[in-house]
């Protein structure tokens, strides 16, 4: 199942699952993820203070006062990943998305690039079932797909300097949503009006977590600014 567990300095490691990004390995990362989580809160396993689930990696920090590397990777070497397999508690999330102007930032610009209109664009777009393959970068920005492959493109040669709370982004296999205004490189090609992550909600502040599925609705200008959450 791991492939690696490699050190990363003195107080954390990460287990690589492969070289291959999809669901399937990610799924894996997730599993693993939960597990860790269950045995920490049972008490069964000390000295981690965080998990951290990528694409196809899951980082684990420690105190070092409490345990090492050679500690969590003998722990990690006897699991029985045979019998790691969680219930779903996946969510299916409807994401409404505009792509008008003046949130389409790039989509004539891809248009071009992938020969086609805006609106064959859009409905490829909105074609796809989408699943969570990890948030992070900044607080609670969710990275999913996986895109068609005829949709795929580089990121920006010149990234901008500032990207609009609730940007739909998307590069390679993956889109993106933008919690917070933020510098970034992706292909901006709608918005949200949805807060994906509330700083106010002390109990669950993230709306997306890694496992969910996003299906994206098509929404106008005037349903966006009644949908609008300031």
Known sequence: MIKKVINLGDTALYCDFGDIVNKETNSKVINLFRYLTDE???KKIEGIINLTPSYNKLI????LKITNYQKLKTFLDNI???????????KVIEIPVCY???????????SKKLKIS???????????????????????????GDLSKDLYLNRLKTPRVRVPAGS???????????TFESPGGWNIIGKTP???????????PAMLSPGDQIKIIRISLKEFEKLNVK
């Open 40 to 42: 920490i809160q049972k």
């Open 80 to 90: 029985n990943y045979k019998d790691i397999n969680f219930p779903s508690k996946n």
């Open 100 to 110: 008008e102007e003046p949130f389409c930032l790039d989509l004539k610009h891809i």
């Open 168 to 178: 739909v982004g998307i590069v390679e296999q993956f889109c993106n949503i933008y």
């Open 60 to 63: 684990i920090s420690y105190d």
């Open 194 to 204: 949805l807060k994906i992550f509330d700083k106010n909600n002390y109990l669950e």
């Open 118 to 144: 805006n609106e064959e664009f859009i409905n490829k777009h909105l074609s796809g079932d989408y699943f969570v393959y990890m948030t992070g970068f900044i607080a609670g920005m969710p990275f999913f």
